[in-house]
């Protein structure tokens, strides 16, 4: 079984940066889809970032397109969110997923959900202030 745990958040300013984690344990997968989701109260679960680990398939939403990249690093079995120029807007519980279903094409087209990932971190908080 594998277990992610999401890291890296925190309370910044507008126009800050961080950088979130989301190391892979237990049984890992060479190549897998994994995804950085986000939520805040009484909004649904958006895709903020995917990655196919192990390929160099990526996608990154409309809303942090130019400020949000992901990034990874296979011998840690991690995948990475670099967060800049950070926006009140950001601020969301962060959460790390992977589902090994989804293959390269399906996993860097936009069209994944929230639905279509098993693998689940804690989440990791991010607030950013004005």
């Known amino acids: 079984e594998m277990y992610l745990a999401d890291s890296g958040g925190g309370s910044v300013q507008a126009g800050w940066s961080l950088k979130l984690s989301c190391k892979a344990s237990?049984?890992?997968?060479?190549?897998?889809?994994m995804a950085w989701f986000r939520q805040s109260p009484g909004k649904v679960r958006e895709d903020v970032a995917i990655i196919y680990f192990g390929g160099d398939r990526t996608y990154i939403a409309d809303s942090v397109m130019g400020r949000f990249t992901i990034s990874q690093d296979n011998p840690k079995n991690t995948v990475y969110l670099q967060m800049d120029s950070l926006k009140p807007e950001d601020t969301a519980m962060y959460y790390c997923?992977?589902?090994?279903?989804?293959?390269?094409?399906?996993?860097?087209?936009?069209?994944?959900?929230?639905?279509?990932?098993?693998?689940w971190g804690q989440g990791t908080e991010v607030t950013v202030s004005s």
């Open positions: 997923a992977a589902d090994s279903v989804i293959g390269p094409s399906w996993c860097s087209s936009g069209s994944t959900t929230s639905r279509d990932f098993r693998i």
């Open positions: 237990g049984y890992t997968y060479r190549r897998i889809c």
